[in-house]
């Protein structure tokens, strides 16, 4: 179902709104050439544990992202400098044992680097490499998932406590949502005459000029700052980004397979509003499900049936995301209205880049004399989506 908001006279136009939240996602995201630096030193983290002489050597270990890196729907921490990197390191002919064991040699191979040694943090599930000022890049250990495992890619990683090894799938989970990311929604072809209509006249949704990324990874990163807003002060009570990136993804390849869109707003709040249909509930044990799509028999809210105020948090956040998005149609022109809402959603830094963002285009379509008058007497740029009564003619008095 489309959940669609009408605009009216004077108010934010939908465009403006998509531009100014891909604004939000530049400020905070990494930038191509800090993705670049960051796939070379994983590289170089890959290549030194797999040398010839490392004592890692002969078990065949693969460095690769998983994660908000690998989809690049990455954002800086609100409280913090430095990109968290998720790596995985498979070990491809390491026998299963102990995981605490295998993590151990992971540890020993970086404590005992000239090069490593100093950056090098041992966490509970993982050893971290901080670059300072740039990344932390966490190196998990993994082993090779059962024979016949249904989907590609399973492997088996340490849990929460080290006890045993968990069922998962990374890549496969990358897969999943690089392939709904690629799909391209639509919007629905309006005729003059509707002898000319036809029912399957669709064509491909315009995005060029507003997300500068896919729709879904610009979405992801959206809700995942505004998580991050929400929970400054009580951090631990987040929802993971793994649920927000699952539920986002399926309501995101639900919408652009079923739906036609007026505009990439509407699309977002469909998306937005859609996810709570992909939490599960079991009827008979009133348990909350979430299945990684990669491997279904991991539950990525079993912490939640450990801690029920977790998915009271959840859904409490979702209403509030639902709600500040929805409130950026309402606000009339005035950077100072629009400045407040965005900075309380999303941050102080992210809303001044969406600011000036919004700024900006408004002083270029001026300068091209694409603008335009409302009934009310408001000047704003032709093509934003606000209903004009006349066209400004160009300013050509130069004094007397």
């Not at 995201?29 to 030193?41: F, I």
């Amino acid at each position: 179902m489309n959940r669609l908001l009408l605009k009216p006279e004077g108010h934010l136009a939908k465009m403006q709104i998509v531009q100014m939240l891909d604004a939000v996602c530049q400020a905070i995201e990494p930038t191509e050439t800090q993705y670049s630096d960051a796939t070379g030193r994983y590289q170089t983290i890959g290549d030194f544990l797999a040398e010839k002489g490392s004592p890692l050597h002969c078990y065949g270990p693969v460095v690769y992202p998983q994660g908000s890196m690998r989809i690049k729907a990455a954002i800086r921490p609100v409280n913090g400098k430095e990109f968290d990197v998720d790596l995985v390191c498979e070990f491809r002919k390491m026998p299963q044992q102990d995981p605490k064991v295998v993590k151990r040699l992971v540890w020993d191979r970086f404590h005992n680097s000239e090069r490593y040694r100093t950056m090098a943090a041992e966490k509970n599930r993982c050893v971290q490499i901080k670059y300072e000022g740039q990344f932390h890049m966490d190196v998990m250990p993994c082993i090779p998932g059962d024979d016949g495992w249904a989907m590609v890619g399973g492997v088996w990683v340490p849990d929460k406590k080290l006890d045993d090894w968990k069922a998962s799938n990374p890549a496969g989970f990358a897969r999943f949502v690089e392939t709904a990311a690629a799909k391209i929604p639509r919007q629905q072809v309006l005729f003059a005459n509707r002898a000319e209509a036809k029912s399957a006249d669709v064509e491909p949704l315009e995005v060029e000029d507003t997300f500068t990324k896919p729709p879904l990874i610009r979405i992801i990163q959206v809700l995942k700052r505004h998580r991050d807003e929400y929970f400054r002060n009580n951090h631990d009570d987040a929802p993971i980004s793994v649920i927000i990136t699952t539920l986002a993804t399926h309501s995101y390849d639900r919408a652009v397979t079923h739906n036609t869109y007026s505009s990439v707003y509407d699309l977002v709040l469909d998306v937005v509003e859609g996810m709570l249909d992909f939490v599960r509930i079991d009827s008979s044990t009133t348990e909350y499900c979430i299945p990684n799509p990669s491997h279904p028999e991991e539950n990525f809210a079993e912490r939640w049936n450990e801690n029920p105020m977790l998915a009271d948090w959840f859904f409490a956040w979702r209403s509030k995301v639902g709600t500040d998005l929805r409130l950026l149609a309402q606000q009339e022109e005035g950077v100072d209205k629009v400045g407040k809402l965005m900075e309380s959603a999303f941050g102080s830094t992210a809303a001044n880049q969406a600011v000036r963002s919004l700024s900006a285009s408004v002083r270029d379509k001026t300068a091209n004399r694409l603008v335009g008058v409302t009934s009310t007497g408001l000047i704003v740029p032709e093509g934003f989506g606000i209903r004009t009564v006349s066209k400004n003619p160009p300013h050509t008095n130069h004094g007397s």
